[in-house]
T-cell receptor, first 109, second 115 residues
Framework: QKEVEQNSGPLSVPEGAIASLNCTYS??????FFWYRQYSGKSPELIMF????GDKEDGRFTAQLNKASQYVSLLIRDSQPSDSATYLC?????????FGSGTKLNVKP | DTEVTQTPKHLVMGMTNKKSLKCEQH?????MYWYKQKAKKPPELMFV???????INESVPSRFSPECPNSSLLNLHLHALQPEDSALYLC??????????????FGPGTRLTVL
């Protein structure tokens, strides 16, 4: 059974729009939740982390966590073509990090 | 400095070769990780070192041998690999190595090709 589920996409949005990325996880004991951005051929880059229920905003990015629903999301406002990448959701439990398969985002100029 | 460095960037080796991958961080982090990532797949955890002790081995074949000489360095020794072991090998580190609330930072990776 997969620990972390993401829609593989691709998710296509026009430049300037809001991109919404979703992730569900199976282990209720999970404690920390992360969003990574990965460009093709590069390593994952941490863009957001969240530990508590609710919203966390950092610039154009907002992470949302709902532990009761075991759901994490990432909103990207004013999407730019440079945001085009694969977004990986990661969940941490007892120092093990489990990654979703990633959602490919295409932002069209 | 939030940098994790890895060497070499690229490595080509035969199935009978012995080689090593190196990872270094100077952020004072006490947990270090090895991941394997195949194309269009997420990173798969291989090993975790916490306070220089191996704490997690995700049933990795013995042809991969990790080593943590000190809190800043992590090596992955490779021997008798198979072509299916070709992948991007990622090193990561995090602050405390204890459970929860610990951001993990990745190095640029080593692209390994086994012939």
């Amino acid at each position: 059974q997969k620990e972390v589920e993401q829609n593989s996409g691709p998710l296509s949005v026009p430049e300037g729009a809001i991109a919404s990325l979703n992730c569900t996880y199976s282990d209720r004991g999970s404690q920390s939740f992360f969003w990574y951005r990965q460009y093709s051929g590069k390593s994952p880059e941490l863009i957001m982390f969240i530990y508590s229920n609710g919203d966390k905003e950092d610039g154009r990015f907002t992470a949302q966590l709902n532990k009761a629903s075991q759901y994490v999301s990432l909103l990207i406002r004013d999407s730019q073509p440079s945001d085009s990448a694969t977004y990986l959701c990661a969940v941490e439990n007892f120092n093990k990090f489990y990654f979703g398969s990633g959602t490919k985002l295409n932002v069209k100029p | 400095d939030t940098e994790v460095t890895q060497t070499p960037k690229h490595l080509v080796m035969g199935m009978t070769n012995k080689k090593s991958l190196k990872c270094e961080q100077h952020m004072g982090h006490r947990a270090m990780y090895w991941y394997k990532q195949k194309a269009k797949k997420p990173p798969e955890l291989m090993f975790v070192y916490s306070y220089e002790k191996l704490s997690i081995n995700e049933s990795v074949p013995s042809r991969f041998s990790p080593e943590c000489p000190n809190s800043s360095l992590l090596n992955l020794h490779l021997h008798a690999l198979q072509p299916e072991d070709s992948a991007l090998y990622l090193c990561a580190s995090s602050r405390s190595g204890t459970s929860g609330f610990d951001e993990q930072f990745f190095g640029p990776g080593t692209r390994l090709t086994v012939l």
